[in-house]
């Protein structure tokens, strides 16, 4: 093979590894920064402060992605079920559960309240 096709061939495989690489880098969610809404919404409109907030680092940012964050709360461990509104982090909850219900029981909160 003479020099000008190997280089050639070896822009064309840069040229390939780089479609493919771009292709495969998905806009994940910012795990931290989704923590930290989260904490923030539920102490705006439900007054509670939450602790040891953590959501998933692998959640592709896409509109209608359900993700599950973990926290805890007055002593419970709850999960927050929540929804990405658009690709961009905003979410809305879906199902708050382990939350203390009136007479010291837990029940499912739902609420559909946008936030982000």
Not at 34 to 51: E, N, P, W
Not at 72 to 92: H, S, V
């Amino acid at each position: 093979m003479t020099p000008a096709r190997w280089a050639l061939l070896a822009l064309f495989a840069v040229g390939l590894a780089l479609v493919f690489g771009l292709a495969s880098r998905e806009r994940r969610l910012d795990a931290d920064d989704a923590a930290a809404k989260v904490a923030t919404y539920v102490q705006d409109q439900l007054g509670v402060r939450l602790q040891d907030v953590s959501c998933p680092d692998d959640v592709a940012a896409e509109q209608g992605r359900r993700f599950t964050c973990t926290a805890r709360a007055m002593g419970r461990r709850l999960e927050l079920e929540l929804e990405l509104t658009d690709d961009q982090g905003r979410f809305k909850p879906v199902r708050i559960d382990g939350g203390p219900r009136p007479g010291g029981t837990t029940t499912p909160r739902t609420t559909t309240t946008q936030a982000g």
